[in-house]
């Protein structure tokens, strides 16, 4: 089992700039992928950045691309999200998601592990 809880998060204004951070226990020797999902009021959860366990690649949603920035902490155990230049649309429920399985692609990672969520608002 793994366990993930999130920080970060809050209310900024639009063009402002937000981290959020997750950080992993238990059996995280057995993770591929962390990653950052996001769920807007009454849209379906949508797939934000992840990041290979063990190699470091990262992928990114083209919504945030050139915005957003997902890294590891040495120890391994932390995941970070860096968002610049945030826009209204980026205001959602952001979900920490873990996996142990491998992905043809980074949008369609199947996740076995969730954190609870943290909100992030982007006001106009």
């Known amino acids: 089992q793994v366990q993930l809880e999130e920080s970060g998060g809050g209310l900024v204004q639009a063009g402002g700039s937000l981290g959020l951070s997750c950080t992993a226990s238990?059996?995280?020797?057995?993770?591929?992928?962390m990653a950052w999902i996001r769920q807007a009021p009454g849209k379906e959860r949508e797939f934000v950045a992840a990041?290979?366990?063990?190699?470091?690649?990262?992928g990114y949603a083209d919504s945030v691309k050139g915005r957003f920035t997902i890294s590891r902490d040495r120890t391994g155990t932390t995941v970070y999200l860096q968002m610049i230049s945030l826009k209204p649309e980026d205001t959602a429920t952001y979900y920490c998601a873990a996996s142990r399985w491998s992905s043809k692609s980074w949008s369609t990672i199947q996740y076995d592990y969730w954190g609870e969520g943290t909100q992030v608002t982007v006001s106009s």
């Open positions: 990041i290979n366990w063990n190699a470091g690649g990262t």
């Open positions: 238990g059996r995280t020797d057995s993770l591929h992928y």
